[in-house]
């Protein structure tokens, strides 16, 4: 709870705590008169501001000793608490105020030192009941808030593994393909090189924060898709479509390459009569990405399946009931349906 916050809140018990008689009788009575009338007695105010005062007293003393599990000193301070009231209400209200206006609260049988004690001793109890209330909720907010704030680490936290997780799972493929083509002396690592060196930096970089345009994550795709190329030595087939307004919209950072990923390792991106679909399209803030491939007789490598699993906890993470994910596998072909709330 935050310290504005926290001045309304305590405000607001104050008012209920005097007005409630009042504002229920406002909403059950038609023609109800508030009496201001009661406030004009002195010892009204005196009541108010004892009330008022001993109270956060009292919240003082809990704060201090109850959450520590100190409760000798708990006990010692709410004892001196009660005691201070008890004499600086009697000096106050029976010793100043008579000696200034001739006026007493309490009437002279009931100013005998016994019932004067254990009569201000039931208000200390209500007062103790009001700071139990008011520490209560204050507890309330501030675990909430330190929940909330714990939460929010640990899904940073988890991201954060996931994501350099994906990463060296990237790397590890994409060196692997240069290294196929310099055993083979290609003309075409330079570029393969270099397609390398400006995905690293995005990733390095770029995806460190939490969200990223989505027209620069489409850039890297690309950028990844023309890699991957590199890989045939004959011509590929991909059909790599986006629609809809990409300039304005933010996404989190490495969230679509696993598809494409998966895509290029397991499947057959050189039929024409089964191209490679990647299409990307967004409606205001609704995106839908699909990616359908034919699947490759090949075998499965064992570190395969890693980006999709981490795909898949980072969106749980990321985007909680604002993602659908389907997966549908048959003999011939693998498609991957993604729609987020951006």
Known sequence: MRRRQQIIFHVLFWLFFYFNGDILSLIGKKNYQFAWERFQSLFVWTSITFTI???????????????????????????????????TRYMVEEVLIWHWLGKHNYSEESRRLLFYITDNMYNVIGYLFNAVFLKMIEDFFVN???????LGEKLNAENAFLKNQLNPHFLFNTLNNIYSLTLNQSPKAPEAVMKLSELMRYMLYESNQNKVSLETELAYLKNFIELQKLRYSGQTYVDFRVSGNVQTQLIAPLMLIPFVENAFKHGNVQDPAHPLLIHLSVNQNQLSFTVQNQQANQNKDPYGGVGLENIKKRLMLI??????L????????YLSELNLIL
């Open 53 to 87: 005062l001993f109270t956060y007293l009292l919240l003082y003393v809990l704060n201090r000793y109850f959450s520590t599990k100190q409760y000798l000193k708990l006990s010692i301070g709410l004892v001196a608490v009660s005691a201070t009231y008890i004499f």
């Open 326 to 333: 389907d997966i549908q596998i048959n003999s011939n072909s």
């Open 319 to 324: 985007y909680p009931g604002n993602h659908n």
């Open 144 to 150: 909430e808030k330190e929940k909330n704030t714990l």
